[in-house]
């Protein structure tokens, strides 16, 4: 089965500073990879997502993501945090249909930005 | 086009009732998954469909039961509520790409409290 790791379940950042979310997954196939944001009070939306295209992934809002194999990770990014980036982010992994088609979020990561 | 809603959007339980939320879609799509999300815990499997008449168990099952009998809704049923199902309900539909769950789209989410 599936798993991803968000290392850090708190992040602190001051405005106008780099984000960086961290997130590592296992799998035996090659992954389809997502983050998702979570804004207080809110259901999740999209950010963005790999499925074995480019490795560098664009999101909406200024975020960004890599995928690298070899680390097994896929680290999320933004050069200049903004107050409204404030929000919880999740790293899911999307299972293949051998492991039940389920997706497995990570334990999700609460950004804090400070002025 | 309401994409995915849930119903009802607050309840109040006494320890032993019983109750249905209903999730709604108008997207057409197979995969559909039942979480809860609990403070610091992230988002947590419930159960899921990979299409109509079909239901598997996720990472927390256990005190719940689902059906799926029509495409466009999936039910999660609390046969006798306890209050250690206090949380946040969030059903969620997913695209299918190449075989696997894809994009999902979240509903609003549904507040449980058990008392």
């Known amino acids: 089965a599936q798993s991803v790791t968000q290392l850090g379940s708190h992040v602190s950042v001051s405005e106008g500073t780099p984000v960086l979310l961290r997130c590592n997954y296992s799998s035996s196939v090659p992954p389809y990879l997502f983050w998702y944001v979570q804004y207080p009070n809110q259901g999740l939306q999209l950010l963005l997502k790999y499925t074995s295209a480019a490795t560098l992934v664009k999101g909406i809002n200024g975020f960004e993501a890599e995928f690298k194999k070899s680390e097994t990770s896929f680290h999320l990014t933004k050069p200049s945090a903004h107050m409204s980036d404030a929000a919880e982010y999740f790293c899911?992994?999307?299972?293949?249909?051998?492991?039940?088609?389920?997706?497995?979020f990570g334990g999700g990561t609460r950004v804090l930005v400070k002025p | 086009n309401a994409g995915v809603t849930q119903t009802p959007k607050f309840r109040v339980l006494k320890t032993g009732q019983s109750m249905t939320l209903l999730c709604a879609q108008d997207m057409n799509h197979e995969y559909m998954y039942w979480y809860r999300q609990d403070p610091g815990m992230g988002l947590r499997l419930i159960h899921y469909?990979?299409?109509?008449?079909?239901?598997a168990k996720g990472e927390v099952p256990d005190g719940y039961n689902v059906s799926r009998l029509k495409k466009q809704n999936f039910l999660l049923g609390l046969e006798s509520a306890a209050p250690s199902q206090t949380s946040v309900y969030f059903c969620?539909?997913?695209?299918?790409?190449?075989?696997?769950?894809?994009?999902?789209?979240f509903g609003p989410g549904t507040r449980l409290t058990v008392l």
């Open positions: 969620a539909v997913a695209t299918e790409w190449r075989g696997r769950p894809g994009e999902q789209f």
């Open positions: 899911v992994v999307s299972d293949d249909r051998a492991a039940g088609n389920k997706l497995t």
């Open positions: 469909s990979v299409g109509e008449g079909t239901t």
